[in-house]
């Protein structure tokens, strides 16, 4: 038995997120089912984490132990063949049989992009969250960093089957800001995890900032310890990318 890891890019935006769902189209399930054919029996692939229904990637990383002796590049070209087009895998390496994307995972970035401009083009619609309205955007780049540090996140996080656990929701961002690209204001975020709708809760936060409906006092206290205030209002799922997942 040997283990391949490799990176996926993918358009998020027919599929109902990456994990396995009955009856349902996703990026897991579409892998398992092609990856399998290959094998002649079923596999389990795993990645660094789930994404939404909706959210696109750059390069999630993923693995799969296999039978098969095919060579890793071979398995890169019939994998891709396929695949539907809008999931792709590249960079595939052997790796030790307990490697494990989620585990081994040190950080994560991910990028949120928010069009500005009155007119989106219907080519980014599925890319880019279209905002034209009034924003203060120095406001939003100056609360930004805010978040950079250790923070307890709960009021950042939706309701998830792990809370029953009583997980920590203590996260560290290594990276929080913006950078504006002709039209679209984008917003970058390094950390060592994230939860669930964690980045899309931050953003949702930091465009309250730019309404003005939200200050820095604000931000302040849902990073506080023990903060109740609930989760959100979450930005829409389809301007959200996964980045890249860096490990050792």
Request: proline share 6%; aromatic share 10%; with cysteine.
């Amino acid at each position: 038995m040997r283990r391949l890891r490799f990176e996926v890019a993918y358009d998020g935006t027919e599929f109902h997120g990456w994990q396995v769902q009955p009856g349902l189209p996703t990026i897991q399930g579409a892998l398992e089912e092609v990856i399998g054919r290959i094998e002649g029996k079923p596999v389990s692939v795993v990645a660094s984490g789930r994404t939404d229904a909706g959210v696109h990637a750059h390069a999630q990383v993923a693995a799969v132990s296999l039978e098969n002796v095919i060579p890793a590049d071979n398995f890169r070209r019939a994998v891709n063949r396929l695949l539907p087009r809008s999931i792709r895998i590249n960079h595939v390496f052997e790796v030790p049989p307990d490697f494990h994307p989620r585990f081994h995972a040190r950080r994560k970035t991910y990028e949120y992009r928010i069009f500005r401009d009155e007119v989106c083009p219907p080519f980014q619609r599925h890319l880019v969250y279209h905002h034209p309205f009034p924003l203060d955007e120095t406001a939003m780049i100056e609360a930004a960093p805010l978040f950079e540090g250790e923070h307890d996140f709960t009021a950042f996080a939706a309701s998830d089957e792990k809370d029953l656990l009583g997980a920590s929701k203590v996260r560290w961002i290594f990276y929080s800001g913006f950078i504006r690209t002709d039209e679209t204001l984008i917003y970058q975020v390094t950390g060592s995890g994230f939860l669930k709708h964690m980045v899309r809760n931050i953003v949702g936060v930091l465009l309250e900032v730019g309404k003005r409906n939200l200050h820095t006092d604000d931000v302040l206290a849902r990073l506080r310890p023990g903060c109740n205030i609930a989760a959100g209002p979450a930005a829409p799922a389809r301007g959200l990318f996964l980045m890249s997942v860096d490990y050792e």
